[in-house]
């Protein structure tokens, strides 16, 4: 079975811009979880997506949003980007659309000048 | 919210030795412990996770142990080989919510030939 794709993997961006990343979660899983990875924070929980809801969101500025699609694909979006926004964006997928057993795609590197 | 403490940050062991790697967490709530190993340039890997109503679970070289009326888990690696070295996060979840996991930060394990 496939697992979790991310794309693109790696992105340049300028400052205010606004970023759109897509991740396709395992076949079968219905729930997206989105983090973010920085050296200095860690990874840091984003929001959850499942069947097409936002389930619940971490500790970060209205800025980050996302969408889940019916067919559990899902996309996260950054808007009016800052330099401190430059992270690890991971995506999680998991079967039962909690946190039990979530599989994580490689990654999109974002790198905001 | 939940809080996770993870040591040490930086573990060298002998090939062949074993490593542990230990975390504490803050919310009683908890009930969900996976542990997962990041390799350069991947996303985290899910190796072993635990629930809290079981206080040790193996896999083989991994075990993973819990006790928590302490809040604590640990994650026990055997006959440590070259390809385990890596970064080891510990999380925890409550689970059934929607919160995402709260991850530790970190542990850069190097196997020493």
């Known amino acids: 079975k496939a697992g979790v794709t991310q794309t693109p993997r790696y992105l340049i961006k300028t400052r205010g811009q606004q970023v759109t990343l897509s991740c396709s979660p395992i076949?079968?899983?219905?729930?997206v979880s989105w983090y973010q990875q920085t050296p200095g924070q860690g990874l840091q929980f984003l929001f959850e997506y499942f069947s097409e809801t936002q389930r619940n969101k971490g500790n970060f500025p209205g800025r980050f949003s996302g969408r889940q699609f019916s067919n559990s694909r899902s996309e996260m979006n950054v808007s009016t980007l800052e330099l401190g926004d430059s992270a690890l964006y991971l995506c999680?997928?998991?079967?039962?659309?909690?946190?039990?057993?979530?599989?994580f795609g490689p990654g999109t590197r974002l790198t905001v000048t | 919210g939940e809080n996770v403490e993870q040591h040490p940050s930086t573990l060298s062991v002998q090939e062949g030795d074993s490593a542990v790697i230990k975390c504490t967490y803050s919310d009683s709530a908890s009930n969900y412990f996976p542990w997962y190993k990041q390799e350069l340039g991947k996303g985290p890997q899910l190796i072993i996770d635990i629930r809290s109503n079981v206080g040790e679970k193996k896999d083989q070289r991994i075990a993973v142990t819990l006790n928590k009326t302490a809040k604590h888990f640990s994650l026990h690696i055997t006959e440590t080989q070259p390809e385990d070295s890596a970064v080891y996060f510990c999380a925890a979840s409550n689970g059934g919510g929607a919160d995402g996991l709260t991850f530790g930060k970190g542990t850069h394990l190097i196997i020493q030939p």
């Open positions: 999680a997928s998991s079967l039962w659309g909690d946190a039990y057993e979530q599989y």
């Open positions: 076949s079968g899983h219905r729930s």
